[in-house]
Nanobody, 114 residues
């Protein structure tokens, strides 16, 4: 089991940038790490994932705008979000996956509005 704490959310204007961080309570080296988001009235969806080998995949809606990265030495995962759009507004969650086990963070709110 690993505890995850997200930070870095907030209010930003369209076209702006934010960097989300996810800090883990233990080593994340063996885990696939992911960022997911959930907008009001919608299901939680994958934003980006990064494997322990640092291979990545992204939702089509964020490809070219968002970048996921990890620093295993700091037990942290990051999501750099550029060119933000109002439709990116959601609660963003960090997830750690290892085979059939997984852990979620509590989420951080991102609001894109003028």
């Amino acid at each position: 089991q690993v505890q995850l704490v997200e930070s870095g959310g907030g209010l930003v204007q369209p076209g702006g940038s934010l960097r989300l961080s996810c800090a883990a309570s233990r080593s994340i080296s063996p885990f696939t790490m992911g960022w997911y988001r959930q907008a009001p009235g919608k299901q939680r969806e994958l934003v980006a994932r990064i494997s322990k080998f640092k291979s990545t995949n992204y939702a089509d809606s964020v490809l070219g705008r968002f970048t996921i990265s990890r620093d295993d030495a700091k037990m942290s995962v990051y999501l750099q979000m550029n060119s933000l759009k109002p439709e990116d507004t959601a609660v963003y969650y960090c997830k750690a996956e290892l085979q059939s086990a997984f852990s979620w963070g509590q989420g951080t709110q991102v609001t894109v509005s003028s």
